[in-house]
């Protein structure tokens, strides 16, 4: 197998970020050490020159490695630093639902929850009222597929944590920061501290 390549700069966000979170999570539980990068989204940091050579979606989170190469995308950028530890499953089929619910978070839960904490901790709620009620009716939807999956399980493939949990922890735990709350989803708060109780296990801030 191919020797994986080290983290040795972590370009995140200034703005708390749950996919940057993601990121430090996992180095931290994987123990690398790393120089983390703060960029201002909102003063256009990641959309210099110089940015977009690394990554030309302007976007964080975005990893450099000990060879100079880049990687970018949060959930990808978890699958590659996951590889051969106990954190990407070793069985094919438990592989296949790790990314089922890294999709998930995606195209399911991050636009919904994600964007309305984007929008209240910047000022941008104001006048949005009628697609924060839909982006908070979707994001309810997508709590509770997530809590009738961990009433079955204690982590979202069966009974090991993995870079499934990661994904999906980053935005759940602030969720009530969108205006969210979790108090009907008992299977998620219990899941929330399973998480919370991981070793190496740092906060966003």
């Given at each position: 197998?191919?020797?994986a ?9 200034t703005i708390p ?17 790393y120089?983390?990068v703060?960029?201002d ?31 970018s ?14 954190y990407w499953p070793?069985?094919?089929l ?11 978070e ?7 929850i ?13 006048g949005?009222?009628a ?18 999956q ?11 944590y993995c870079v ?7 935005y759940?735990h ?13 299977a998620?708060?219990?899941?929330l501290?399973?998480v ?10």
């Amino acid at each position: 197998m191919e020797p994986a390549r080290a983290v040795v700069r972590l370009y995140d966000s200034t703005i708390p970020s749950g996919n940057g979170y993601k990121v430090r999570l996992l180095l931290s539980h994987l123990g690398q050490h790393y120089e983390r990068v703060p960029l201002d989204i909102l003063k256009g940091e990641t959309r210099t020159p110089a940015y977009l050579a690394r990554n030309p979606n302007g976007k964080i989170p975005l990893v450099e490695f000990d060879d100079g190469t880049f990687l970018s995308e949060s959930n990808a950028i978890l699958v590659y630093l996951a590889e051969g530890t106990p954190y990407w499953p070793a069985d094919r089929l438990d592989r296949a639902r790790c990314l089922q619910w890294m999709f998930f978070e995606q195209y399911s839960h991050e636009p919904n929850i994600a964007t309305s904490r984007f929008w209240y901790y910047t000022g941008l709620a104001g006048g949005r009222e009628a697609a924060l009620a839909e982006k908070h009716q979707a994001g309810h939807a997508a709590l509770g597929v997530m809590d009738r999956q961990l009433a079955q399980t204690p982590f979202f493939v069966n009974a090991r944590y993995c870079v499934a949990d990661i994904a999906l922890y980053a935005y759940t735990h602030v969720a009530a920061e969108a205006r969210f709350d979790l108090a009907p989803y008992a299977a998620v708060r219990s899941w929330l501290d399973r998480v919370r109780a991981q070793p190496r296990h740092v906060t966003m801030t």
